[in-house]
Structures are given as C-alpha cells and as structure tokens.
C-alpha cells in the first residue's frame, strides 16, 4: 500500500523509496517509530476491534495519517494512539451500522480460544470497552483516557464502573 508521500508500506513494515527520511521532533525518522510504536498499537487495536487483521490495517492508516499530516505533532505516539482510537471507532460504528442493516444470520460458535471474558467485553458499548481497554490493558490514567475518548475524566470513571457492574452481572454464576 503506498501513502501520499511516497513511502510504502510491505508485509507490515514501511520503507521509503526516497533517500530523506522523514523524522519526528526528537530526530527519530518515521521508519523507528513505526518499529518501535506498531507491536503495542495492534495490539490496543486488536482489543478494540476484535480482529487481528483490521487491527493490522488501522495501524498502518494511523501512520499513513501521521506522514500525511502537514503540521508535526510534539507528541507523535500520543498523536498514533489517538488516531488509531478514532479508527476503531469509525469502524466499529461502520460494523454497527451494517450490522443493523442486514439480514439476521444464524451465528456460528465463537472459536475455543474466545473465553467468556472476552466475549463479555466485546459486547459492551464502544465507550465502555475502550475505557476497560485503555486503563487495564493498557494501564493509562483516566484523565489521558479522557483525551483520547474525547470525554471528561468523570465520564471516564462512569463508563469504568457501568462497564466493571455489567461483566460482573454477566460473568457471575
């Protein structure tokens, strides 16, 4: 998949087929950024889509979006993991919306290897799950939550608690 600028993303990994490289503010060029930041940002995608693939693939539109970008932000992991945040969100809503729209199928039993955990997870609501993901998957503090979600810190602690009572309810024998 090749990005705006030239730079070409092949089996996971980008290479630049100019002979700059693009470097963030503290001299880091992109291509170790991206070796360095893409494990932990499939994975936080990973939680929140539910898809090992789509997570693949936010990941790298998430960076494509910051090579894009005309104005380098002072914080480029930071800028990654909020990007990425919103892709998920955007996706899920798309599932959402086609899920809605579409002919009810019979479901076929989740794989062993989903535990009911997960399962429990994936049906909480977008906000819900991405707080329960970012504070105890990723250990971030809720008001860094808060501006990823775009909500306030309050919020954050809601949707922590209503997420904590409804998987206790469900989880519980």
């Known amino acids: 998949m090749r990005n705006q600028s030239g730079g070409l993303?092949?089996?996971?990994?980008?290479s630049r087929n100019t002979g700059a490289?693009?470097?963030d503010n503290a001299g880091?060029?992109?291509?170790?950024?991206?070796a360095s930041e893409r494990e932990g940002l499939r994975r936080l995608a990973r939680l929140l889509t539910g898809s090992d693939a789509m997570a693949e693939d936010l990941v790298q539109e998430a960076f494509v979006r910051l090579q894009?970008?005309?104005t380098?932000?002072?914080n480029r992991g930071g800028y990654l993991r909020t990007v990425l945040v919103n892709l998920c969100r955007d996706h899920l809503r798309r599932q959402a919306r086609a899920r809605y729209r579409a002919v009810p199928v019979p479901l076929v039993q989740a794989p062993p290897e989903v535990?009911?955990?997960w399962a429990a997870v994936c049906r909480l609501p977008f906000r819900q799950r991405a707080a329960v993901v970012l504070r105890y998957y990723q250990d971030l503090p809720e008001a860094e939550i808060a501006n990823l979600l775009g909500c306030r810190p309050g919020t954050v602690?809601?949707?922590l608690s209503r997420a904590l009572a409804k998987l206790r309810k469900e989880l519980s024998p």
């Open 9 to 14: 993303f092949v089996d996971g990994h980008m």
């Open 21 to 23: 490289s693009v470097a």
């Open 28 to 34: 880091r060029p992109l291509a170790e950024l991206f």
């Open 68 to 70: 894009a970008s005309h």
């Open 72 to 74: 380098a932000p002072a």
């Open 115 to 117: 535990d009911e955990t």
């Open 157 to 159: 602690k809601s949707s």
